[in-house]
């Protein structure tokens, strides 16, 4: 999935586009539906949705099988917290766990919120690469420290992961992974023998930058596109006509 | 277990937020300390963010029959200490929600103080006082790893019971549920996680992992 979700970063059509045209579209979104009063919700989340998905799937052409992937593991969650809401301890008289009154009006609000501001999470995640999100958040005012120290860590993930499947087919050609203790010993045995491994790539890394005379910050390359002031003119007036329309529609009750 | 994009009402994501700021930011200062004096750290603090990445999203098996993921709450704190996992455990959790829509950027505050602040402190003190007490090495990671495991769902628990209350019996009934669901689910998992987690750590010290400069440089010697 990782993998699927960084190659539609990468090969989506607004994948050359700046990330803040990107950003303003599904955090802005994401915004809209958080600040949402009760009575405004449904519209608003239900309108920010539809924007979301037309932008991603419609737009961007996110594969739709993708994406429908991503949506079905939370909305698993989602509904083992909604039966979780859904139902109403009382301690009063004993122990009694009932259907809790007015159990719809506690559990639609998380739903809407988390299906819509899912769509902009999914939209973001699958638009925009990792690394144009951790260059953007350098520009804005995060530290420097922090953003090179994740830009590196998003690196490593990728050999670190590479690593660890090749380990774990090693040991299923081994006969490992067998019942329960053999698992935990197999996993054992991947992370332990992962861990001195990294170590040792953490050395040479460093030797490599030594030997290139790190001076404490490290440069990558970006991409070059410059941000469009008519396409974030145009998302933010679809998403303002958005936000107008949930507040003059009619209330949830 | 994390809590998913938007689940949270808005006041409970700032607050969330808020309340992991300043182990945030005393975590980003004590990195920031290290890199300074010693920038050829900034490699061993990325392998070991990737390695956290990794182990969190590897599949353990639970004696229930199902599978789940460790936190890796309780090994990243015995090997880095826990104000360089907060940092760590945020970046990964930021990574978790861009890579794979596993948690979310709402809830992001909430997640990190569950699972990158609470759980390693509770390792932390777990790990220390099993120490103090002359427990072996075996039996306070077995320990530490449980109770941070434990721990970052009891957290997580409590904050859905804060934000969820329960209309007949309050936030403690709403915790009181919570808790009931995840209990049953994992304590397994969390006696799987320690185990695992004493695995590895038995074999890193077979190995001499612990006496890697670097990772002195980072733990400070938790082991």
Same mark, same amino acid.
């Given at each position: 999935m990782i993998r699927a979700i960084d190659i539609a970063a990468r090969g989506n059509r607004w994948a050359g586009r700046h990330p803040a045209e990107k950003m303003v579209l599904y955090?802005?979104?994401?915004?809209?539906?958080?600040?949402?009063?009760?009575?405004?919700?449904?519209?608003?989340?239900?309108?920010?949705?539809?924007?979301?998905?037309?932008?991603?799937?419609?737009?961007?052409?996110?594969?739709? %099988?993708?994406?429908?992937?991503?949506?079905?593991?939370?909305?698993? @969650? $989602?509904?083992?917290?909604?039966?979780t809401l859904a139902v109403s301890l009382d301690w009063s008289d004993g122990w009694r766990l009932a259907l809790a009154p007015d159990a719809w009006a506690t559990i639609?609000?998380?739903?809407?919120?988390?299906?819509?501001?899912?769509?902009?999470?999914?939209?973001?995640?699958?638009?925009?690469?990792?690394? *144009?999100? $951790?260059? @953007?958040?350098? %520009?804005?005012?995060?530290?420097? @420290?922090?953003? *090179?120290?994740?830009?590196?860590?998003? %690196?490593?993930?990728?050999?670190?992961?590479?690593?660890v499947e090749r380990s774990i087919a090693a040991q299923r050609a081994r006969l490992g992974f067998g019942g329960y203790r053999g698992t935990l010993r197999s996993l054992g045995i991947v992370a332990a023998t992962l861990?001195?491994?990294?170590?040792?790539?953490?050395?040479?890394?460093?030797?490599?930058?030594?030997?290139?005379? @790190?001076?404490?910050?490290l440069a990558f390359l970006e991409s070059g596109a410059a941000a469009s002031p008519a396409r974030i003119a145009v998302t933010g007036l679809v998403l303002a006509a958005t936000a107008l329309a949930a507040a003059l529609l009619p209330v949830a009750p | 277990m994390h809590i998913m994009e938007g689940f949270l009402p808005v006041q409970h994501s700032i607050g969330w937020g808020l309340a992991s700021a300043p182990f945030l930011v005393h975590g980003a200062n004590r990195i920031r300390k290290i890199l300074r004096e010693q920038p050829e750290?900034?490699?061993?603090?990325?392998?070991?963010?990737?390695?956290?990445?990794?182990?969190?999203?590897?599949?353990?098996?639970s004696v229930t029959g199902s599978c789940s993921h460790p936190t890796g709450a309780g090994l990243g704190t015995v090997l880095f200490g826990p104000s360089v996992v907060a940092v760590l455990s945020a970046i990964v959790l930021l990574f978790q929600s861009l890579l794979l829509a596993h948690g979310g950027l709402t809830t992001l505050g909430a997640n990190i103080f569950?699972?990158?602040?609470?759980?390693?402190?509770?390792?932390?003190?777990?790990?220390?006082?099993?120490?103090?007490?002359?427990?072996?090495?075996?039996?306070g990671v077995f320990l530490a790893a449980f109770f941070a495991d434990l721990g970052t769902y009891?957290? &997580?628990s409590?904050?859905?019971?804060?934000?969820?209350?329960?209309?007949?019996?309050?936030?403690?009934?709403?915790? &009181?549920?919570?808790?009931?669901?995840?209990?049953?689910t994992q304590v397994p998992l969390a006696i799987t996680e320690a185990l695992l987690t004493v695995v590895v750590v038995n074999l890193l010290l077979q190995r001499g992992v612990n006496k890697d400069a670097s990772l002195q440089t980072l733990s400070r010697s938790a082991l």
């Open positions: 955090l802005g979104g994401l915004a809209i539906v958080m600040a949402a009063p009760r009575a405004h919700l449904p519209a608003a989340g239900i309108g920010v949705g539809i924007v979301a998905v037309i932008a991603s799937l419609c737009l961007a052409r996110v594969p739709t %099988r993708l994406y429908l992937g991503l949506v079905a593991v939370p909305t698993g @969650f $989602l509904l083992t917290s909604v039966a639609w609000p998380p739903c809407v919120r988390v299906l819509a501001t899912l769509a902009c999470l999914i939209g973001l995640a699958t638009t925009t690469p990792v690394s *144009d999100l $951790l260059a @953007f958040l350098g %520009r804005v005012g995060v530290p420097a @420290f922090l953003t *090179d120290l994740a830009l590196m860590i998003y %690196r490593q993930i990728w050999v670190t992961a590479e690593i861990f001195p491994r990294l170590l040792a790539r953490s050395h040479r890394l460093e030797l490599g930058l030594a030997a290139r005379n @790190f001076g404490g910050r | 750290a900034r490699p061993m603090l990325a392998v070991s963010g990737a390695f956290l990445f990794v182990l969190s999203a590897l599949k353990l098996p569950s699972m990158g602040i609470a759980g390693p402190l509770i390792a932390y003190a777990v790990f220390k006082g099993a120490k103090a007490l002359g427990a072996g090495i075996g039996i009891v957290v &997580t409590l904050q859905l019971a804060l934000a969820f209350p329960d209309p007949a019996s309050g936030i403690a009934g709403a915790a &009181t549920k919570f808790l009931g669901v995840f209990a049953i």
